[in-house]
C-alpha cells in the first residue's frame, strides 16, 4: 500500500512539475508574440493536472516496464517543445483553429471521463458515451491535432523529434490500455460497438 502511495504521489508530482515547465515556456512566448496557438496546447495540458489530482484508484493497473515507458515518452514529450521564432509552416489563423478543434475533443473526452481519466494504462471503469461513441480514444486524437498545430506553428527539428516519438508513444499507450481493459466483459461489448481506435475510417 505505502508502495502504491508513493508511485501515486510521484506521478502527480512529475505532472505538475512539467505542466509548469510548459506553462514558462508558453506564457512567456504570447506576451512576447501575442500568437495564442500555444496556449490552447497549454490549456489542453491544464486538464491533465487536474484530473490527475481527482482520479479515483483504479481496479487494475498495468505496472510493467513496457507501460511505464510507453506512458513516460507519451506524457513528458509535449511539455518539452518550444516556441520559436521561425516562419511558421502555416498562418496563424489555420494553427489556432486546428488547436481548437483538438481542444474541443480534448475537453469533450476528458469531462466525459471525468475521474475516471488517468495516466498509467488502467481499468478505472469503462465509459462508453460521448465521443468515445464515436472512437475508442478521442482524447488522444485531440492530443495529436493539438501538437501537429503546435508543430505547423514552431517547426523546429527538436519539435518534430519530440512530438513525433511522443505520439507514436501515445497510439502504442493507446494499445496497451486496450489490452488492459480487454478482460472486462463491458469493455468486450463496447469494442464490438466501436471499432475505431483513434481516427474514423483511418484506424
Known sequence: MLREVVRDLAARTLVGALFALLSANLLGDFLRTGRATGLLLLASESLVVVLTV??????????????????????AGPPLVRSATVAPL????????????????????KLTLG??????????????RGPYNVVRHPIYMGYIVTHFAFLLAHPTPS????????????VLRALTEERVLGADAQYQAYCRRVG????????
Open 159 to 170: 519539435n518534430g523529434v519530440i512530438l513525433v516519438v511522443a505520439d507514436v508513444a501515445l
Open 115 to 128: 475521474r475516471s481519466f488517468g495516466i498509467a494504462p488502467a481499468n478505472r471503469g469503462v465509459v462508453a
Open 54 to 75: 481527482v482520479r479515483r484508484r483504479a481496479h487494475v493497473v498495468d505496472r510493467s516496464v513496457g507501460a511505464g515507458m510507453l506512458t513516460a515518452l507519451s506524457v
Open 90 to 109: 502555416a498562418p496563424e489563423p489555420v494553427t489556432v483553429l486546428l488547436s481548437a478543434i483538438g481542444l474541443l475533443v480534448i475537453v469533450a473526452g
Open 196 to 203: 475505431w481506435h483513434l481516427v474514423p475510417g483511418v484506424f
